[in-house]
Protein backbone atom coordinates (compact mmCIF):
# COMPACT_ATOMS: atom_id res chain seq x y z
CA UNK A 1 0.00 0.00 0.00
CA UNK A 2 1.37 3.74 -1.11
CA UNK A 3 0.69 5.50 2.16
CA UNK A 4 -0.03 9.58 1.66
CA UNK A 5 2.31 11.82 4.11
CA UNK A 6 -0.16 14.37 5.43
CA UNK A 7 2.06 17.52 5.17
CA UNK A 8 3.14 17.03 1.42
CA UNK A 9 0.90 14.90 -0.10
CA UNK A 10 2.68 12.99 -1.49
CA UNK A 11 2.27 8.89 -1.19
CA UNK A 12 6.58 8.64 -0.06
CA UNK A 13 5.97 5.04 2.28
CA UNK A 14 4.95 1.94 0.99
CA UNK A 15 3.31 -0.25 4.01
CA UNK A 16 3.78 -4.06 3.30
CA UNK A 17 0.75 -5.67 4.29
CA UNK A 18 0.05 -8.67 6.21
CA UNK A 19 -1.89 -11.52 3.69
CA UNK A 20 -4.54 -13.31 5.29
CA UNK A 21 -2.79 -16.41 5.86
CA UNK A 22 0.01 -14.79 7.72
CA UNK A 23 -2.42 -13.10 10.49
CA UNK A 24 -3.34 -16.98 11.00
CA UNK A 25 -0.19 -18.08 11.30
CA UNK A 26 0.47 -14.66 13.89
CA UNK A 27 -2.49 -15.50 15.66
CA UNK A 28 -1.62 -19.62 15.85
CA UNK A 29 1.73 -18.68 17.23
CA UNK A 30 0.51 -15.98 20.17
CA UNK A 31 -2.27 -18.50 20.77
CA UNK A 32 0.85 -21.49 21.36
CA UNK A 33 2.34 -19.25 23.28
CA UNK A 34 -0.53 -18.05 26.00
CA UNK A 35 -0.69 -21.24 28.86
CA UNK A 36 3.40 -20.28 28.60
CA UNK A 37 2.17 -16.17 29.75
CA UNK A 38 -0.30 -17.19 31.92
CA UNK A 39 1.76 -19.15 33.87
CA UNK A 40 3.70 -16.28 34.78
CA UNK A 41 2.36 -14.02 37.90
CA UNK A 42 1.04 -11.37 37.24
CA UNK A 43 4.24 -9.30 39.17
CA UNK A 44 5.96 -11.34 36.24
CA UNK A 45 3.97 -9.84 33.41
CA UNK A 46 4.23 -6.62 35.07
CA UNK A 47 7.90 -6.53 35.18
CA UNK A 48 8.06 -8.22 31.82
CA UNK A 49 5.25 -5.16 30.25
CA UNK A 50 7.39 -2.80 31.97
CA UNK A 51 10.26 -2.89 29.86
CA UNK A 52 8.37 -2.02 27.34
CA UNK A 53 7.90 1.39 28.47
CA UNK A 54 11.73 1.55 29.11
CA UNK A 55 12.30 0.08 25.88
CA UNK A 56 10.17 3.19 24.28
CA UNK A 57 11.44 5.62 26.01
CA UNK A 58 15.16 4.52 24.80
CA UNK A 59 13.86 4.85 20.94
CA UNK A 60 11.62 7.97 21.86
CA UNK A 61 12.89 10.39 19.50
CA UNK A 62 12.58 7.92 16.80
CA UNK A 63 8.69 7.35 17.31
CA UNK A 64 8.12 11.53 18.01
CA UNK A 65 9.70 11.68 14.19
CA UNK A 66 7.88 8.50 12.76
CA UNK A 67 4.22 9.95 14.32
CA UNK A 68 5.23 13.02 13.72
CA UNK A 69 5.45 12.23 9.41
CA UNK A 70 2.33 10.15 10.38
CA UNK A 71 -0.01 13.00 11.26
CA UNK A 72 1.89 15.96 10.33
CA UNK A 73 2.36 17.38 14.05
CA UNK A 74 5.56 17.50 16.01
CA UNK A 75 4.40 18.58 19.77
CA UNK A 76 0.65 16.85 19.77
CA UNK A 77 3.16 13.37 18.67
CA UNK A 78 5.56 13.83 21.97
CA UNK A 79 2.72 14.29 23.64
CA UNK A 80 1.23 11.16 22.61
CA UNK A 81 4.07 9.34 23.45
CA UNK A 82 4.18 10.49 27.04
CA UNK A 83 0.39 9.59 27.20
CA UNK A 84 1.49 6.21 25.91
CA UNK A 85 4.35 5.45 28.25
CA UNK A 86 1.99 6.68 31.21
CA UNK A 87 -0.70 4.05 30.08
CA UNK A 88 2.12 1.46 30.43
CA UNK A 89 3.40 2.46 33.35
CA UNK A 90 0.06 3.39 35.39
CA UNK A 91 -1.64 0.40 34.03
CA UNK A 92 1.08 -1.80 35.65
CA UNK A 93 0.93 0.48 38.94
CA UNK A 94 -2.64 -0.09 39.41
CA UNK A 95 -3.18 -3.64 38.24
CA UNK A 96 -2.04 -5.46 41.61
CA UNK A 97 -5.02 -3.05 43.27
CA UNK A 98 -7.36 -4.11 40.85
CA UNK A 99 -6.79 -7.82 40.13
CA UNK A 100 -7.41 -8.96 44.10
CA UNK A 101 -7.95 -12.22 43.20
CA UNK A 102 -11.90 -12.72 44.33
CA UNK A 103 -12.30 -14.73 47.93
CA UNK A 104 -13.59 -17.79 48.07
CA UNK A 105 -17.14 -17.63 49.98
CA UNK A 106 -20.07 -19.81 50.89
CA UNK A 107 -22.99 -18.94 48.67
CA UNK A 108 -25.67 -16.79 50.13
CA UNK A 109 -28.47 -19.04 48.36
CA UNK A 110 -27.31 -22.24 49.37
CA UNK A 111 -24.89 -22.01 52.51
CA UNK A 112 -23.66 -25.56 52.44
CA UNK A 113 -22.47 -24.73 48.61
CA UNK A 114 -18.56 -22.81 48.47
CA UNK A 115 -18.02 -20.76 45.79
CA UNK A 116 -14.33 -20.55 44.35
CA UNK A 117 -14.33 -17.53 41.51
CA UNK A 118 -12.45 -17.73 38.78
CA UNK A 119 -10.40 -14.98 36.46
CA UNK A 120 -9.96 -16.49 33.23
CA UNK A 121 -8.02 -14.35 30.99
CA UNK A 122 -9.44 -14.98 26.96
CA UNK A 123 -6.31 -16.44 24.96
CA UNK A 124 -5.91 -13.93 22.50
CA UNK A 125 -7.15 -10.49 22.10
CA UNK A 126 -7.45 -8.59 18.99
CA UNK A 127 -6.60 -4.52 19.09
CA UNK A 128 -8.08 -2.21 15.51
CA UNK A 129 -6.68 1.58 16.30
CA UNK A 130 -7.21 4.30 14.23
CA UNK A 131 -5.27 7.25 12.98
CA UNK A 132 -5.98 9.98 15.51
CA UNK A 133 -3.67 8.68 18.08
CA UNK A 134 -1.98 5.85 16.25
CA UNK A 135 0.43 4.88 19.24
CA UNK A 136 -1.79 5.58 21.92
CA UNK A 137 -4.81 4.09 20.97
CA UNK A 138 -3.18 0.69 19.88
CA UNK A 139 -1.58 0.25 23.35
CA UNK A 140 -4.30 1.53 25.35
CA UNK A 141 -6.36 -1.47 25.04
CA UNK A 142 -3.26 -4.01 24.55
CA UNK A 143 -1.62 -2.81 27.82
CA UNK A 144 -4.39 -3.58 30.08
CA UNK A 145 -5.02 -7.29 27.89
CA UNK A 146 -1.32 -8.48 28.39
CA UNK A 147 -1.45 -7.72 32.16
CA UNK A 148 -4.65 -9.60 32.60
CA UNK A 149 -2.69 -12.78 30.61
CA UNK A 150 -3.94 -12.43 27.49
CA UNK A 151 -1.68 -12.81 24.55
CA UNK A 152 -2.47 -9.77 21.71
CA UNK A 153 -2.88 -9.21 18.03
CA UNK A 154 -2.49 -5.67 17.12
CA UNK A 155 -3.93 -3.88 13.84
CA UNK A 156 -3.12 0.03 13.94
CA UNK A 157 -4.36 2.25 10.96
CA UNK A 158 -3.01 1.75 7.64
CA UNK A 159 -3.14 5.19 7.34
CA UNK A 160 -0.58 6.42 9.90
CA UNK A 161 1.52 2.90 9.84
CA UNK A 162 5.26 4.22 10.21
CA UNK A 163 5.05 4.22 13.83
CA UNK A 164 4.58 0.24 13.76
CA UNK A 165 8.53 -0.58 12.64
CA UNK A 166 9.63 1.10 16.34
CA UNK A 167 7.11 -0.48 18.49
CA UNK A 168 7.49 -3.89 16.58
CA UNK A 169 11.30 -3.19 17.19
CA UNK A 170 10.77 -2.39 20.69
CA UNK A 171 8.44 -5.36 21.57
CA UNK A 172 11.42 -7.72 20.52
CA UNK A 173 13.85 -5.73 22.44
CA UNK A 174 11.64 -7.31 25.69
CA UNK A 175 12.41 -11.04 26.45
CA UNK A 176 9.64 -12.69 26.82
CA UNK A 177 6.77 -9.90 25.18
CA UNK A 178 7.42 -10.41 21.24
CA UNK A 179 6.31 -14.14 21.90
CA UNK A 180 2.81 -12.41 22.86
CA UNK A 181 2.36 -9.62 21.30
CA UNK A 182 2.33 -9.45 17.23
CA UNK A 183 1.77 -6.50 15.12
CA UNK A 184 0.36 -6.74 11.34
CA UNK A 185 -0.42 -4.27 8.67
CA UNK A 186 -2.87 -3.80 6.35
CA UNK A 187 -6.59 -2.60 5.96
CA UNK A 188 -9.69 -3.59 5.93
CA UNK A 189 -9.45 -6.99 5.13
CA UNK A 190 -6.06 -7.55 7.71
CA UNK A 191 -8.88 -5.92 10.67
CA UNK A 192 -11.49 -8.79 9.32
CA UNK A 193 -9.13 -11.56 9.47
CA UNK A 194 -7.95 -10.58 12.44
CA UNK A 195 -11.65 -10.33 13.90
CA UNK A 196 -12.09 -13.91 12.31
CA UNK A 197 -9.34 -15.22 14.65
CA UNK A 198 -8.85 -13.61 18.10
CA UNK A 199 -11.29 -14.75 21.14
CA UNK A 200 -12.71 -10.95 21.71
CA UNK A 201 -12.14 -7.52 19.81
CA UNK A 202 -11.18 -4.17 20.92
CA UNK A 203 -11.61 -1.49 17.88
CA UNK A 204 -11.60 2.28 18.12
CA UNK A 205 -12.76 4.00 14.98
CA UNK A 206 -15.95 5.03 13.12
CA UNK A 207 -19.66 3.99 13.73
CA UNK A 208 -19.81 2.20 9.90
CA UNK A 209 -16.78 -0.02 10.84
CA UNK A 210 -18.04 -0.85 14.47
CA UNK A 211 -21.22 -2.12 13.11
CA UNK A 212 -19.43 -4.36 10.93
CA UNK A 213 -17.23 -5.61 13.43
CA UNK A 214 -20.54 -6.03 15.78
CA UNK A 215 -22.61 -8.00 13.22
CA UNK A 216 -19.72 -10.49 12.64
CA UNK A 217 -18.67 -10.67 16.21
CA UNK A 218 -22.32 -11.05 16.89
CA UNK A 219 -22.24 -13.93 14.16
CA UNK A 220 -18.81 -15.89 15.53
CA UNK A 221 -20.05 -15.28 19.39
CA UNK A 222 -17.13 -13.62 20.04
CA UNK A 223 -17.51 -10.13 22.29
CA UNK A 224 -16.64 -6.62 20.87
CA UNK A 225 -15.82 -3.71 23.06
CA UNK A 226 -16.38 -0.83 20.99
CA UNK A 227 -15.24 2.82 21.29
CA UNK A 228 -16.61 5.12 18.65
CA UNK A 229 -17.46 8.01 17.46
CA UNK A 230 -19.02 11.17 19.34
CA UNK A 231 -20.22 14.76 18.68
CA UNK A 232 -19.77 16.14 21.85
CA UNK A 233 -21.44 19.34 23.28
CA UNK A 234 -20.78 21.67 25.35
CA UNK A 235 -23.23 24.02 27.80
CA UNK A 236 -22.25 27.18 28.35
CA UNK A 237 -24.83 28.49 31.80
CA UNK A 238 -25.31 32.06 32.50
CA UNK A 239 -23.15 32.15 34.92
CA UNK A 240 -19.69 30.27 33.22
CA UNK A 241 -16.36 32.10 33.73
CA UNK A 242 -16.36 32.86 29.90
CA UNK A 243 -12.57 32.89 29.97
CA UNK A 244 -12.40 29.42 31.19
CA UNK A 245 -14.90 28.28 28.56
CA UNK A 246 -13.38 29.53 25.93
CA UNK A 247 -9.68 28.33 26.51
CA UNK A 248 -10.94 24.59 27.52
CA UNK A 249 -13.05 25.03 24.41
CA UNK A 250 -10.58 25.99 22.07
CA UNK A 251 -8.07 23.41 23.31
CA UNK A 252 -10.60 20.64 23.07
CA UNK A 253 -12.77 21.14 19.48
CA UNK A 254 -9.03 22.72 17.67
CA UNK A 255 -6.52 20.61 19.70
CA UNK A 256 -5.40 17.57 17.17
CA UNK A 257 -7.24 19.64 14.59
CA UNK A 258 -10.25 18.70 15.73
CA UNK A 259 -9.41 14.78 14.89
CA UNK A 260 -9.95 13.46 18.33
CA UNK A 261 -13.21 11.77 19.50
CA UNK A 262 -13.58 13.62 22.28
CA UNK A 263 -13.43 16.79 21.05
CA UNK A 264 -16.40 19.22 21.47
CA UNK A 265 -18.20 20.15 18.12
CA UNK A 266 -21.50 22.05 19.16
CA UNK A 267 -21.36 24.38 22.00
CA UNK A 268 -25.04 25.83 23.37
CA UNK A 269 -24.58 29.17 24.87
CA UNK A 270 -27.10 30.83 27.20
CA UNK A 271 -28.59 33.45 24.74
CA UNK A 272 -27.85 36.41 27.86
CA UNK A 273 -24.01 35.98 27.16
CA UNK A 274 -23.95 33.93 23.57
CA UNK A 275 -22.86 37.55 21.66
CA UNK A 276 -19.78 38.38 23.83
CA UNK A 277 -19.01 34.41 23.77
CA UNK A 278 -18.63 34.17 20.00
CA UNK A 279 -17.22 38.01 19.87
CA UNK A 280 -14.32 36.30 21.88
CA UNK A 281 -14.12 32.68 20.71
CA UNK A 282 -13.89 33.91 17.09
CA UNK A 283 -10.45 36.31 18.34
CA UNK A 284 -8.93 34.05 19.34
CA UNK A 285 -9.79 31.45 16.79
CA UNK A 286 -7.82 34.23 14.49
CA UNK A 287 -5.53 33.84 16.30
CA UNK A 288 -4.61 30.10 15.63
CA UNK A 289 -1.66 29.82 12.99
CA UNK A 290 -1.05 26.18 11.34
CA UNK A 291 1.71 24.29 11.83
CA UNK A 292 2.13 24.20 7.80
CA UNK A 293 5.99 25.83 7.92
CA UNK A 294 7.67 24.20 10.90
CA UNK A 295 9.68 27.19 11.57
CA UNK A 296 6.93 29.94 12.00
CA UNK A 297 5.71 27.72 15.09
CA UNK A 298 2.25 27.16 14.22
CA UNK A 299 0.05 25.04 16.46
CA UNK A 300 -2.41 23.29 14.37
CA UNK A 301 -1.70 20.63 12.36
CA UNK A 302 -2.65 18.75 8.88
CA UNK A 303 -5.80 16.52 8.06
CA UNK A 304 -4.36 13.66 8.51
CA UNK A 305 -6.79 11.30 6.72
CA UNK A 306 -7.42 12.87 2.58
CA UNK A 307 -10.59 11.38 2.82
CA UNK A 308 -11.70 13.90 5.82
CA UNK A 309 -12.09 16.77 3.80
CA UNK A 310 -14.67 15.35 1.72
CA UNK A 311 -16.74 15.16 4.88
CA UNK A 312 -16.19 18.34 6.44
CA UNK A 313 -16.75 20.43 3.47
CA UNK A 314 -20.15 18.49 2.90
CA UNK A 315 -20.74 19.89 6.42
CA UNK A 316 -20.20 22.82 5.91
CA UNK A 317 -21.67 23.49 2.50
CA UNK A 318 -24.85 21.83 3.96
CA UNK A 319 -25.02 24.28 6.62
CA UNK A 320 -24.30 27.38 4.71
CA UNK A 321 -27.06 26.09 2.24
CA UNK A 322 -29.46 26.18 4.93
CA UNK A 323 -28.48 29.71 6.65
CA UNK A 324 -25.38 28.95 8.11
CA UNK A 325 -22.75 31.38 9.19
CA UNK A 326 -18.86 30.86 9.22
CA UNK A 327 -17.23 33.46 11.38
CA UNK A 328 -13.63 32.01 11.41
CA UNK A 329 -11.73 29.67 8.88
CA UNK A 330 -13.80 27.58 6.77
CA UNK A 331 -12.18 26.88 3.54
CA UNK A 332 -9.40 24.12 3.66
CA UNK A 333 -5.99 24.73 2.22
CA UNK A 334 -3.51 24.09 0.58
CA UNK A 335 -0.22 24.12 1.59
CA UNK A 336 2.24 22.31 -0.50
CA UNK A 337 -0.04 19.68 -0.92
CA UNK A 338 -0.51 19.23 2.72
CA UNK A 339 -4.50 20.28 3.90
CA UNK A 340 -5.07 22.52 6.95
CA UNK A 341 -8.62 24.09 8.03
CA UNK A 342 -7.99 26.91 10.78
CA UNK A 343 -10.02 26.74 13.46
CA UNK A 344 -13.77 26.99 12.10
CA UNK A 345 -16.48 28.56 14.13
CA UNK A 346 -20.21 28.31 12.59
CA UNK A 347 -23.36 30.42 13.59
CA UNK A 348 -26.89 30.78 13.09
CA UNK A 349 -26.71 26.56 13.36
CA UNK A 350 -29.39 24.52 13.92
CA UNK A 351 -30.32 20.68 14.11
CA UNK A 352 -31.67 20.19 10.78
CA UNK A 353 -27.90 20.94 9.62
CA UNK A 354 -25.22 18.00 9.62
CA UNK A 355 -23.12 19.65 11.29
CA UNK A 356 -24.90 19.84 14.09
CA UNK A 357 -25.61 16.16 14.23
CA UNK A 358 -23.05 13.93 12.45
CA UNK A 359 -19.42 13.84 13.52
CA UNK A 360 -16.88 15.97 11.63
CA UNK A 361 -13.67 14.84 13.22
CA UNK A 362 -12.60 18.47 12.37
CA UNK A 363 -12.08 21.52 13.68
CA UNK A 364 -15.15 22.83 13.52
CA UNK A 365 -17.60 23.88 16.30
CA UNK A 366 -21.37 25.03 15.53
CA UNK A 367 -22.63 27.41 18.69
CA UNK A 368 -26.27 27.67 18.98
CA UNK A 369 -27.71 30.25 21.49
CA UNK A 370 -30.13 28.83 24.45
CA UNK A 371 -32.84 30.31 26.49
CA UNK A 372 -33.39 27.72 29.25
CA UNK A 373 -31.52 24.93 30.94
CA UNK A 374 -33.79 22.40 29.66
CA UNK A 375 -33.54 23.49 26.12
CA UNK A 376 -29.60 23.36 26.48
CA UNK A 377 -30.18 19.49 28.04
CA UNK A 378 -32.39 18.93 25.28
CA UNK A 379 -30.08 20.22 22.40
CA UNK A 380 -26.92 18.37 24.04
CA UNK A 381 -29.59 14.81 24.44
CA UNK A 382 -30.66 15.53 20.52
CA UNK A 383 -27.77 13.43 19.17
CA UNK A 384 -27.34 9.80 18.11
CA UNK A 385 -23.67 9.67 19.98
CA UNK A 386 -22.81 10.06 23.50
CA UNK A 387 -19.19 9.99 24.45
CA UNK A 388 -18.61 12.95 26.56
CA UNK A 389 -19.93 16.25 27.08
CA UNK A 390 -18.47 19.93 29.12
CA UNK A 391 -20.73 22.01 31.26
CA UNK A 392 -19.45 25.39 32.20
CA UNK A 393 -20.84 27.55 35.19
CA UNK A 394 -19.41 29.21 37.99
CA UNK A 395 -22.18 27.29 40.43
CA UNK A 396 -20.51 23.83 40.20
CA UNK A 397 -23.83 22.10 42.10
CA UNK A 398 -26.30 23.57 39.22
CA UNK A 399 -23.37 22.37 36.61
CA UNK A 400 -23.14 18.73 38.31
CA UNK A 401 -26.83 18.97 38.15
CA UNK A 402 -26.83 19.60 33.91
CA UNK A 403 -24.35 16.94 33.84
CA UNK A 404 -26.78 14.20 35.80
CA UNK A 405 -29.34 15.17 33.04
CA UNK A 406 -26.73 14.33 30.13
CA UNK A 407 -26.26 11.63 28.11
CA UNK A 408 -23.25 10.70 27.22
CA UNK A 409 -20.42 8.75 29.34
CA UNK A 410 -17.41 11.26 30.84
CA UNK A 411 -18.83 15.29 31.63
CA UNK A 412 -16.29 17.66 32.34
CA UNK A 413 -17.46 20.31 34.69
CA UNK A 414 -15.90 23.82 33.51
CA UNK A 415 -12.89 22.05 31.15
CA UNK A 416 -13.20 19.54 28.03
CA UNK A 417 -12.43 16.43 27.46
CA UNK A 418 -11.09 15.66 30.93
CA UNK A 419 -11.96 11.79 30.22
CA UNK A 420 -8.46 12.08 28.37
CA UNK A 421 -6.69 12.73 31.08
CA UNK A 422 -8.36 11.14 33.78
CA UNK A 423 -8.34 7.19 32.94
CA UNK A 424 -9.22 5.59 36.24
CA UNK A 425 -12.95 7.48 36.28
CA UNK A 426 -15.89 4.50 35.27
CA UNK A 427 -17.48 5.57 32.05
CA UNK A 428 -19.47 3.75 29.81
CA UNK A 429 -20.66 5.62 26.51
CA UNK A 430 -24.37 6.21 25.40
CA UNK A 431 -26.05 5.78 21.78
CA UNK A 432 -23.41 4.94 18.93
CA UNK A 433 -20.36 5.98 20.87
CA UNK A 434 -19.64 2.81 22.42
CA UNK A 435 -20.65 -0.80 23.44
CA UNK A 436 -20.04 -2.95 25.96
CA UNK A 437 -17.16 -2.73 28.98
CA UNK A 438 -15.48 0.71 28.25
CA UNK A 439 -11.31 1.00 28.55
CA UNK A 440 -11.70 3.56 31.63
CA UNK A 441 -11.04 2.39 34.67
CA UNK A 442 -10.85 -0.83 36.18
CA UNK A 443 -13.24 -2.04 33.68
CA UNK A 444 -10.54 -1.94 30.94
CA UNK A 445 -8.82 -4.64 32.58
CA UNK A 446 -11.57 -6.53 34.16
CA UNK A 447 -12.96 -7.21 30.54
CA UNK A 448 -10.36 -9.38 29.72
CA UNK A 449 -11.58 -12.20 31.74
CA UNK A 450 -14.27 -14.66 31.29
CA UNK A 451 -15.60 -15.52 34.41
CA UNK A 452 -15.78 -18.66 36.17
CA UNK A 453 -17.28 -20.20 39.34
CA UNK A 454 -16.22 -23.96 40.80
CA UNK A 455 -19.28 -24.67 43.01
CA UNK A 456 -18.52 -27.00 46.01
CA UNK A 457 -21.17 -29.01 47.83
CA UNK A 458 -20.31 -29.69 51.61
CA UNK A 459 -23.09 -31.60 52.55
CA UNK A 460 -25.36 -34.17 51.21
CA UNK A 461 -26.47 -33.20 47.58
CA UNK A 462 -29.99 -32.97 46.78
CA UNK A 463 -31.88 -35.96 45.48
CA UNK A 464 -34.23 -36.43 43.11
CA UNK A 465 -36.73 -37.32 45.55
CA UNK A 466 -35.59 -34.22 48.11
CA UNK A 467 -35.92 -32.01 45.07
CA UNK A 468 -39.48 -33.53 44.49
CA UNK A 469 -40.57 -33.04 47.73
CA UNK A 470 -39.03 -29.27 47.99
CA UNK A 471 -41.06 -28.22 44.65
CA UNK A 472 -44.56 -29.35 46.14
CA UNK A 473 -43.72 -27.36 49.34
P1 LIG B 1 -12.22 3.48 10.75
O1 LIG B 1 -13.41 2.84 11.33
O2 LIG B 1 -12.24 3.86 9.33
O3 LIG B 1 -10.92 2.54 10.92
C1 LIG B 1 -10.48 2.10 12.19
C2 LIG B 1 -9.69 0.82 12.03
O4 LIG B 1 -10.55 -0.21 11.54
C3 LIG B 1 -8.53 0.90 11.05
O5 LIG B 1 -7.44 0.21 11.60
C4 LIG B 1 -9.08 0.19 9.82
O6 LIG B 1 -8.08 -0.39 9.00
C5 LIG B 1 -9.92 -0.88 10.46
N1 LIG B 1 -11.01 -1.43 9.62
C6 LIG B 1 -11.66 -0.82 8.60
N2 LIG B 1 -12.64 -1.63 8.13
C7 LIG B 1 -12.60 -2.76 8.87
C8 LIG B 1 -13.37 -3.96 8.88
N3 LIG B 1 -14.38 -4.16 8.03
N4 LIG B 1 -13.07 -4.92 9.79
C9 LIG B 1 -12.07 -4.74 10.67
N5 LIG B 1 -11.29 -3.61 10.71
C10 LIG B 1 -11.57 -2.64 9.82
O7 LIG B 1 -11.91 4.75 11.67
P2 LIG B 1 -10.81 5.86 11.46
O8 LIG B 1 -11.22 6.75 10.35
O9 LIG B 1 -9.45 5.23 11.43
O10 LIG B 1 -10.91 6.65 12.84
C11 LIG B 1 -11.73 7.74 13.07
C12 LIG B 1 -12.90 7.35 13.93
O11 LIG B 1 -12.45 6.79 15.15
C13 LIG B 1 -13.76 8.54 14.34
O12 LIG B 1 -15.11 8.21 14.20
C14 LIG B 1 -13.41 8.74 15.80
O13 LIG B 1 -14.41 9.38 16.56
C15 LIG B 1 -13.17 7.34 16.24
N6 LIG B 1 -12.37 7.31 17.47
C16 LIG B 1 -12.98 6.90 18.63
C17 LIG B 1 -12.26 6.89 19.83
C18 LIG B 1 -12.91 6.46 21.13
O14 LIG B 1 -12.19 6.16 22.09
N7 LIG B 1 -14.23 6.43 21.23
C19 LIG B 1 -10.93 7.30 19.83
C20 LIG B 1 -10.35 7.70 18.63
C21 LIG B 1 -11.08 7.69 17.45
Known amino acids: MKIRNPRTGEHDYTLVTDTVDQVMAKAGTLRAAHSQWLSKTLQERIEIIVQLADRMEAHKEAFIEQLSIDTGRRNISELE ?9 GRCA ?3 YVLQAPKSRSSMTNPTVNIHQQWVPYDLVGVISPWNFPLLLCLIDAIPALIAGSTVLLKPSEVTPRFMDVLEQCIQEVPGLSEVTALVRGGAEVGKSVVDQVDVICFTGSVKTGQMIAKRTAELFKPAFLELGGKDPAIVMEDADLDVAIAAIMRSGFGAAGQACQSLERVYVHRTIYDDFIHKLT ?5 VTTNHDYSQGGNLGPLIFEGQRATIESQLADATAKGAQIKSGGTIENHHGGLWLRPTIVTEVNHDMEIMTEETFGPVIGVMPYDSTAEAI ?12 SVFSQDTESAVAVAQQIDAGGISINDGSLTNQVFDAEKNSFGMSGLYGSRMGADGLLRFFRKKAILIQTAAPASLDTQAEKAQS
Not at 283 to 287: G, R, S, T
Not at 378 to 389: K, M, Q, R, T, V
Request: hydrophobic share 50%; net charge neutral; proline share 3%.
Open 81 to 89: FHAAIGVIR
Open 94 to 96: SAP
Open 283 to 287: DKANA
Open 378 to 389: SLANDSIYGLSA
